[in-house]
């Protein structure tokens, strides 16, 4: 058992951190996402590296975001994503196109 003293926080307080609602905490409390102790009614965060909590929350939004591209994908939305050969014949054409303009921009001074 530690000697330290643990350190907690309110909903509000984690909250205010993770910049979302009380209700949001609370949620995360009741799915297992965040450490907590229930004293009555209240959840008292217990105190996490606030590294790892928005960490954990970077990795959630980026799941979420590239779940709503592959469903856009799927739907038509999206075009699907371009190759590798592809994106290496964009970027030698966007090329050339810059040769070319600085090459004019030389020739008019």
Not at 3 to 24: F, G, M, R
Not at 59 to 74: N, T, V
Request: glycine share 4%.
């Amino acid at each position: 058992m530690s000697t330290e003293a643990s350190v907690s926080y309110t909903t509000a307080q984690v909250a205010q951190i993770l910049n979302c609602s009380t209700d949001t905490v609370v949620a995360m409390c009741k799915s297992g996402q965040l450490r907590h102790l229930r004293l009555g009614r209240q959840f008292r965060i217990i105190e996490e590296p606030l590294e790892a909590l928005e960490l954990r929350r970077r990795k959630a939004e980026r799941a979420d975001a590239r779940r709503a591209i592959d469903e856009a994908r799927a739907d038509g939305r999206l075009p699907p994503k371009l190759s590798a050969e592809a994106i290496a014949l964009v970027r030698r054409i966007l090329g050339e196109v810059a040769d070319e303009q600085t090459g004019l921009e030389r020739d008019a001074s």
